[in-house]
């Protein structure tokens, strides 16, 4: 077995890397087309999540294969391979193993012991049966560590060290200390997307007391078969469903957002988040319900869009506080990393009086680099838009040995004042990330997530799924050595029969009065005498070669009875052509 996995993920790269290398479903099917045609690669899987690239492959060569697949990954995520190497991380063989199977168990998601990982598993191993990419390896790894998965699952509590990212991105906009029903009691909620996860937020949702949903889409049946379930699901929730086009005046009425889509852009930007509330926004839920809007599929009526504190648009939203800004300024003289252009949450209007001398690093577009004591304090006044793109500078340069959990929260909206909260669980992001800056406003999204989800408890059922996944690594690697060697087994005694048969036939020659019993007698004490020599042997060259390092075995084997390497490719063939070794769920993988 020589597999190797070459992947990056939110314990080894900024989210912002992660939202730039995201793969559409064209470029996962184009990145796997190009592994095979690559030298190194037999066969190959992708796992792209919202919070992980991986690409995995069987290859004949290590050095070889890491630097194929760090080239192909960078070629198909569009992130130059300088930036993205040190972000990279490389498994091999049992560690590549075990890497998996501690994916599955949901040991190394944002969100410990979540299981929404068993589905994307899944989902990168049909693609890959699909495109013809998934030989044996790659099969038995990925069925294996779906069964490794599900174990953990059933035999421990790993369910109570974590929950789900809707889940665990609802008890975030709840707030600390808050239930997250108590939280969602009565409030309108728009889920923008149809697919696996914005269904489960629909339905996370509608099982925490949401009054309303309604679900925009840019495909409306699935919009309206999403709606038809909520409805039917015996929460008592109403929903509907509304194109995309909706969106914005659906931005006016509701209490929560939640986006989970494929678009490659924003869906939410500041502006549209902005307008909303400027145009009333949600007015709780004791508002009356209003017309469906045009285009709309009521599968209930709808309620209107109620009076709330005006939001005079997102210009309005332009200056920031001087302690801020000084902090930002600081953390890029330490070289820290500044989470959002430091950490700026909430922006108030700035005392002009209050701004001090700020000493910026060279080079910043934004010009705020001049010579001191030429005014660079108004940098306290600049626009939430250059603030944002001065932090992206400054943080642009830092090293990746320099790279420290962040513990920034996307909001410091107290949650009574909160008139819109959105959770954006897209990668790329769905909702402009500056949106935070808007009154009133409360944003959850992957980079929060990942930040909280530092600090989450561990539980200690994590200890039993750890024990779980080293004994299935064990098991797993020394099946596949045993597998390896089974074909040169097969082969040698292929060659004994045929050693047999001919020593047979020359007796024939030299015998040729023997008769049937008797030529059936000396054929059989033959065979009995060749089976007993070899039995020993190839018995214990199987346990060898399933211990670690015990690769070597079958060469040796090859090698001492002179075996053709074509005869053994062969057998190797017909074993991974015959359909009843990929189905039966009980064979040794």
């Keep these: 077995m020589s597999l190797l996995v070459v992947g990056l993920s939110h314990r080894s790269a900024p989210v912002s890397v992660l939202e730039r290398a995201s793969l559409s479903a064209d470029a996962k099917a184009k990145l796997l087309h190009d592994t095979l045609a690559a030298e190194p690669a037999a066969e190959a899987a992708v796992l792209a999540t919202c919070n992980r690239i991986e690409l995995y492959a069987d290859v004949d060569k290590f050095h070889a294969g890491v630097a194929e697949l760090s080239t192909l990954l960078a070629q198909h995520s569009g992130v130059a391979l300088e930036e993205l190497t040190p972000y990279l991380y490389v498994h091999y063989e049992d560690r590549a193993v075990h890497h998996l199977f501690s994916v599955a168990c949901g040991l190394d998601s944002m969100v410990v012991g979540e299981g929404q990982i068993l589905g994307q598993i899944k989902d990168a191993l049909a693609l890959g049966q699909e495109l013809h990419t998934a030989g044996r390896l790659i099969n038995d790894l990925f069925q294996q560590a779906l069964r490794v998965g599900k174990r953990a699952h059933s035999e421990t509590g790993i369910d109570r060290a974590g929950q789900s990212l809707v889940t665990f991105g609802l008890e975030q906009l709840a707030g600390h200390g808050t239930p997250v029903a108590d939280w969602a009691a009565g409030k309108r909620a728009l889920v923008i997307g149809a697919g696996s996860m914005s269904s489960l937020a629909a339905a996370t949702l509608a099982r925490v007391g949401v009054a309303e949903i309604v679900v925009a889409n840019r495909t409306a049946e699935r919009a309206e078969r999403l709606a038809g379930i909520l409805v039917a699901s015996g929460t008592g929730v109403v929903a509907r469903a509304v194109g995309m086009s909706a969106v914005a005046a659906e931005l006016t009425r509701v209490d929560v957002v939640v986006s989970c889509t494929g678009a490659t852009g924003l869906v939410l930007t500041g502006d549209d988040v902005a307008a909303a ?46 302690e801020v800004v000084a902090r930002l300024v600081a953390a890029a003289e330490g070289g820290r990393r500044l989470a959002d252009a430091g950490a700026v949450r909430t922006i108030a209007p700035a005392e002009a009086a209050t701004a001090r001398a700020l000493a910026e690093p060279d080079g910043c577009p934004l010009g705020l680099d001049a010579p001191a004591g030429d005014g660079r304090s108004a940098l306290a006044g600049v626009d939430a838009g250059s603030l944002e793109l001065h932090g992206t500078w400054a943080d642009q340069g830092e090293a990746a040995a320099q790279r420290q959990p962040r513990r920034a929260v996307r909001s410091s909206v107290d949650a009574a004042a909160v008139r819109l909260a959105l959770l954006d669980l897209a990668m790329p992001r769905d909702v402009d990330g500056a949106v935070h800056r808007i009154p009133g406003v409360r944003l959850v999204d992957i980079e929060s997530l990942a930040e909280a989800s530092a600090d989450a408890p561990m539980a200690a059922d994590v200890d039993a799924v750890r024990g779980i996944v080293a004994d299935e690594v064990a098991a797993f690697g020394a099946a596949q050595r045993a597998a390896h060697i089974t074909p040169t087994v097969v082969a040698l005694r292929a060659m004994a029969a045929e050693v047999v048969a001919m020593e047979v036939a020359r007796l024939d020659g030299r015998v040729p009065d023997l008769d049937d019993r008797q030529r059936a007698e000396v054929t059989q004490t033959v065979r009995r005498v060749v089976d007993k020599l070899l039995h020993a042997p190839t018995v214990r060259v199987k ?47």
Excluded at 293 to 309: N, T
Excluded at 545 to 565: N, T
Excluded at 568 to 587: E, I, T, Y
């Design 543 to 589: 346990q060898l070669a399933s211990e670690p390092g015990g690769a070597g075995y079958a060469e040796a084997l090859r090698e001492l009875f002179d075996l053709d390497p074509q005869t053994v490719a062969s057998v190797s063939r017909a074993d991974a052509a015959d359909p009843k070794n990929d189905d039966d769920p009980g064979r040794a993988s």
């Design 277 to 322: 509330l400027s145009d009333g926004g949600p007015a709780g839920p004791a508002s009356a319900p209003p017309a469906p809007a045009p285009g709309s599929s009521p599968h209930a009526p709808a309620g209107p869009a109620g009076p709330g504190p005006a939001v005079t648009g997102w210009a309005r939203v332009s200056t920031a506080d001087a």
